[in-house]
């Protein structure tokens, strides 16, 4: 096991995995630091499928073209569910007021999935296992991926989390420095300009030195291609589709 600080600082993604399978005993203990995350109000508005047959991996990165999901050993897709407490009002005849539709209704989904994601991510990470988060599970066909793996309305999905054995230990990728991620009491925009610009003069050094930089490119530049392609991405449609959609205000 490693310490937590060494789990939390040495911690970068891995997308290259080794063909070994993940003890029972590692996979239980990822399973019970899932259960036991804080959620809005106990309310465990989130569900997970674990996903180990190599069949459905494979139509996974089928779908989404992220080769992590095939090749990892534990592909956990997290999601956003309000079907389970449907499900509890109806037996009691309580009318559930339609939170889910209202923006805070899906952000307490998304935020409880996530929270699960992290706490599943160091719980691995410290036993010796590598990690990637793939936000494409739910930006590159949601619709075709929640029939295949039967999600019930109410029930949508946010990110997933190949999980295996690492077979690479890439340098970690600079992060914007301190002032501009950590505020002390109040937010300050002091010398922002220059610190981006150098944040970007940064990773394009550490994009150049290294494998995925056959690229200079600066990182504003990179964020504004991601952007244009994430204007493609039809995610209120498909939260609706799974009965979501901001709809509601908040009532007063
Ligand atoms: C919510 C989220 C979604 C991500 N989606 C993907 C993905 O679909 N594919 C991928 O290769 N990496 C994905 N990543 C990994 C990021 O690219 C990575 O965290 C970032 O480049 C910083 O590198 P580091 O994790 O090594 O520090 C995702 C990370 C997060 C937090």
Redesign the pocket.
């Known amino acids: 096991m490693k310490n937590i600080i060494e789990t939390l600082l040495n911690?970068?993604?891995i997308?290259r995995y080794e063909r070994q399978a993940i003890e029972p005993e590692k996979k239980e203990l990822i399973y019970r630091a899932i259960s036991n995350s804080p959620t809005s109000y106990n309310g465990q508005q989130y569900s997970v499928i674990a996903v180990e047959e190599q069949k459905l991996k494979e139509q996974i990165y089928a779908l989404t073209g992220?080769k992590?999901i095939k090749t990892c050993a534990l592909f956990l897709i997290f999601c956003s569910d309000y079907h389970k407490i449907e499900i509890a009002a109806e037996n009691n005849e309580w009318v559930l007021p339609p939170f889910q539709h209202t923006l805070d209704g899906i952000l307490v989904g998304v935020i409880d999935a996530t929270i699960a994601m992290c706490n599943a991510r160091i719980m691995s990470e410290s036993m010796g296992l590598g990690c990637?988060?793939?936000?494409?599970?739910r930006t590159a066909a949601p619709r075709e991926l929640s029939e295949m793996l039967h999600l019930p309305k109410g029930v949508a999905i946010v990110?997933g989390l190949a999980i295996g054995y690492p077979r690479e230990q890439?340098d970690?990728?600079p992060?914007q420095e301190r002032s501009l991620i950590i505020h002390n009491n109040r937010y300050s925009t002091d010398n922002m300009e220059s610190k981006m610009a150098q944040y970007d003069r940064t990773i394009g050094l550490y994009n150049h030195s290294h494998s995925i930089g056959t690229t200079d490119k600066n990182w504003s530049k990179h964020m504004t291609e991601y952007y244009r392609e994430g204007m493609t991405y039809h995610t209120l449609g498909y939260y609706n589709e799974q009965g979501y959609g901001v709809t509601e205000e908040n009532e007063m």
């Open positions: 911690r970068t993604s997308r992220q992590q990637c988060c793939i936000g494409y599970i990110c890439p970690s990728r992060k």
